[in-house]
């Protein structure tokens, strides 16, 4: 299989701080892999990276082959790629179809408005949105707010999704929820970077994953090679934050 | 004059130029919010000293103060009444309060003083070289604003509340977790840029006559310097500001003043295009606030 | 036509109408006077409300629209003899395409520069064309009273552009209308929501901010055209009038931003506000301080304007109105 993504030696600094140091690693196509890493090691700035928003100090992204560096978002998202915010921006005086209307127009496919709130409404249906899809975005819970996150990047219709801490703030029921939308959606054969803190949820869902620490690479693997690996487990310890509650005490 | 008077009084002029930046730059790096009152706030402080010390008979310089104390306490009210409740709202809303502020203010003043010209005499014995002789007023209003400028660079890094300025506008959630009163210092802070206005218009009236509308040229070479000088950064406003008058100053022999507010757009948006962090971000010294 | 099922556009040819029929009864000039500039206000505010509204850009200077294609028409009538109506299109797309230049480089600039900018833009202009011997300078240009014979002469010339001005309004208004309705105003509302995640969906901000930018000019310049050529004289402080752009923004934000119909009405009850106060003896002077506090509430209390809150009252009559 080919690479999907690739990151090649791509390091970021801001001011003093040296965010992300000579990363490299790639995504198979129709896999899913993990990024984790305890807080501040980075992850959201490689999404960040990845996505366009800032640009590399240093180093390549290629996505299907070409160079992505330092492009802008929007040709990104052309391209076949689409992300979820860790913090959710939805458009909060547009009702929840018009918002995912408008990551079909947009993105890969760059549809005109009727077919693109046709594929609008097929994303809310994967998300299991579509009875409120005439709902103002701003009148949503927070865990409807995030499936509208996920509708509006899977409306979209990308080639590879980028899954920002999707599961963060939900309780265990919503969370098993998504984890069914997450496979659901690699099933339709899109391939998913995704971070998450839940590492019961992140260990099932991945087919490999990449632990990152201080802005570097700690290790890549199998999940059940990363869990065993020393220093992760090292890196972890001072971060109780991981603890997943339904395996509190085990490793 | 020559053009090495004209140059040397530009740099005089400029130093105020960039004062009058620092009231725009530190309430815009501090809460990102434009204080669209500017230019008024700075023709309120030229219509103070022309106030205090003509039918107050204050002297001239005496006025400083009181003007800076009276600037920061409109800035402090202006804050509570039209920015309070805006602050974490998109841009456009702060934009559209401190303007409707502005109309306001110009809309009281023109019934007041109407369209007039007006001056402030103030005789202070030049500085003669050569041919030249380098108005009193010119070299009195640029040292003041160095002593000012100094002034507020040690507030801001020294001083306790100067220090939680620049932690509020670094990071505002984080300021308020380690328990400092954020709405307390973005009102001292508003109030620390209109003060700054207020006192670099009594300078300029020094300097200039002036009328109600007057604000607005210097609305935008503040806007000039803020964008030169690197957004929060009142050392770069400083800069840029002297920056400027060596401009205005190297232009004004060859060229008739209406055709300033034209070079002095081009510049700014050329600046802004080129340059999104400001000339002096570019060259790596850091403001209060990077955006 | 599906477009005809759509209420709106009824509501739309209902005011046109109601425009074109009421002054024309009896003859009344005074009446046609107070609704042309009725018809100029809304024109203004409905254009600026597709930059302000939509894609929530402040343009502090979109009078420059206004003015350059005033000097345009009439330069163009006067000194090169063309007629009304090529000249005022003309105005249009050459204002329109310059603003697109223009709005391609400043439209990269994120929220508040663009605005900041934009107050400039207007000031430099008007510096410029004040200094631009070929149109007149700063003594501005004097048309003929011969221009007003191809159109029947000053009396008929006058409800001529009367209706081209209703006209120009009629369409400023389903512009803004169709624009809201179509993929490119769901763009531009994506950017106004927020303009990284429009971004990050593949919303080509630049090319979309200018485009709007380009658009919200070309009615206003040919209204400018029509206005410039009724009075037969234009100099830079009427062209470049500042407070007419401030008014634009007042009306925008009280009728309700975003909305189709917001600046409509806000355009009307402003205008008419207006005409009373200049005419008041108390009030005249205080016009800006009442056009200042008023913006002032609307921004801290009603952001939505006078159609956000009905709209909040009674969300039926959003299917109607847009």
């Keep these: 299989m080919s ?125 299991g949105l579509d009875d409120r899809s005439e709902m103002l975005a701003s009148q949503l819970t927070i865990a409807g707010k995030k499936r509208l996150e996920l509708a509006r990047a899977l409306a979209a219709r990308p080639t590879l999704l980028l899954l920002d801490e999707v599961l963060a703030g939900l309780n265990a029921t919503e969370v098993e929820h998504m984890i069914a939308i997450i496979r659901a959606i690699r099933s339709r054969g899109v391939s998913i970077l995704m971070i998450e803190h839940l590492m019961q949820a992140i260990m099932t869902l991945s087919d490999r994953v990449v632990v990152l620490a201080s802005g570097a690479k700690l290790a890549e693997g199998l999940p059940a090679e990363v869990a065993a690996d020393p220093a992760v487990i090292e890196a972890y310890l001072g971060d109780p934050g991981l603890a997943d509650p339904r395996h509190a005490g085990q490793p | 004059m020559g053009i090495l008077a004209s140059l040397f009084d530009g740099v005089l002029v400029g130093a105020v130029y960039g004062l009058a930046a620092m009231g725009i730059t530190l309430i815009w790096g501090v809460m990102n919010v434009i204080n669209l009152t500017h230019g008024t706030m700075i023709v309120a402080g030229m219509f103070a000293v022309y106030l205090l010390a003509g039918a107050a008979g204050v002297p001239v310089y005496a006025t400083l103060p009181l003007i800076l104390i009276g600037g920061f306490l409109a800035g402090v009210a202006m804050y509570w009444i039209a920015v309070h409740r805006l602050v974490g709202q998109p841009p456009l809303m702060s934009l559209l309060s401190t303007f409707s502020v502005n109309l306001v203010l110009i809309g ?38 160095v002593a000012i400028a100094a002034a507020l660079y040690v507030f801001l890094n020294r001083a306790r509340i100067g220090k939680a300025v620049r932690a509020v506008s670094g990071n505002r959630e984080a300021a308020e977790l380690v328990g400092i009163p954020t709405r307390r210092v973005l009102a001292l802070s508003f109030g620390l840029g209109v003060a700054l206005a207020c006192v670099s218009g009594m300078l300029i009236a020094t300097m200039f006559p002036f009328t109600v509308l007057s604000g607005d040229p210097y609305l935008l070479k503040s806007f000039v310097v803020t964008v030169l000088g690197g957004l929060g950064n009142p050392v770069g406003a400083l800069v840029a500001g002297i920056a400027l008058g060596l401009l205005e100053g190297l232009a004004t022999p060859f060229m008739p003043v209406s055709w300033t507010p034209v070079i002095e757009f081009v510049l700014f948006v050329a600046v802004l295009i080129a ?7 570019v060259l790596g010294l850091r403001g209060t606030r990077p955006h | ?59 502090f200077g979109s009078i420059v629209f206004f003015g350059l294609g005033g000097y345009l028409c009439v330069w163009l009538m006067s000194a090169h003899g063309w007629s009304l ?47 631009f011997e070929p149109w007149g300078g700063s003594s501005g240009i004097y048309l003929s009273p011969e221009l007003f014979q191809p159109l029947g002469g000053p009396a008929r010339a006058l409800w001529t552009i009367y209706y081209l001005m209703v006209g120009v309004m009629g369409l400023s208004l389903y512009l803004s209308y169709a624009v809201k309705r179509s993929k ?139």
């Design chain 1, 3 to 127: 690479a999907l993504l690739e990151v090649e030696d791509v390091s970021r600094r801001f001011g003093g701080v040296q965010a992300v140091r000579a990363l490299s690693f790639s995504l198979a196509e129709g896999s899913i892999l993990g990024l984790i890493g305890p807080n501040g090691a980075g992850k959201s700035t490689v999404f960040n990276l990845i996505d366009g928003v800032i640009a590399p100090d240093q180093g390549k992204i290629s996505f299907q082959g070409a160079d992505i560096t330092a492009q802008p978002p929007y040709r990104i998202a052309r391209l076949g790629l689409a992300r979820t915010h860790q913090i959710v921006q939805p458009f909060m005086t547009m009702s929840v179809l018009e918002n995912c209307t408008v990551g079909a127009c947009f993105g890969r496919e760059n549809l005109r408005l009727e077919h693109g709130r046709q594929a609008a409404r097929e994303a809310l249906l994967q998300v």
């Design chain 2, 108 to 145: 009281l003043g023109t019934v007041v003083w109407g369209t007039d010209l007006f001056n402030v005499p103030v005789s202070l014995p030049g500085l003669s070289l050569g041919h030249y002789t380098f108005p009193g007023t010119h070299l009195m209003a640029a040292g003041l604003t």
């Design chain 2, 275 to 281: 340059f999104p962090g400001g000339v002096l971000g």
């Design chain 3, 1 to 59: 036509m599906t477009v005809l099922r759509r209420p709106f556009v009824w509501v739309i040819g209902a005011v046109l109408l109601a425009f074109v029929l009421v002054p024309a009864y009896g003859n009344n000039v005074e009446l046609r006077e107070n609704l042309l500039l009725a018809a100029l206000y809304i024109t203004l505010a409905s254009s600026l409300n597709m930059i302000l509204g939509y894609a929530g850009y402040v343009n």
């Design chain 3, 85 to 131: 109506f090529v000249a005022t299109l003309a105005a249009g797309v050459t204002v329109s395409a310059l603003a697109l230049l223009f709005g391609l480089g400043i439209l990269r600039l994120r929220g508040a520069y663009f605005a900041l900018a934009t107050i400039g833009v207007n000031e430099a202009v008007m510096a410029f064309v004040a200094n």
């Design chain 3, 184 to 322: 490119f105003g769901l763009a531009l509302r994506a950017i106004g929501q927020n303009e990284d995640a429009a971004a990050a969906l593949g919303v080509v901000t630049p090319r979309y901010k200018a485009a709007v930018y380009s658009l919200s000019a070309f009615l206003p310049a040919v209204a400018g055209g029509l206005y410039f050529f009724k009075s037969a004289f234009i100099q830079p402080p009427d062209a470049f009038d500042l407070q007419l752009s401030t008014e634009a923004i007042v009306i925008a934000m009280l009728g309700g931003q975003g909305t189709v119909a917001g600046p409509a009405i806000g355009a009307f009850l402003y205008e008419q506000l207006r005409g009373w106060l200049l005419t008041s003896p108390a009030f005249s002077h205080f016009q800006l301080v009442i056009a200042g506090t008023l913006l002032l509430a609307i921004v801290l209390f009603a952001p939505g304007g006078l159609m956000g809150w009905l709209y909040r009252r009674w969300p039926g009559l959003r299917r109607i109105l847009e």
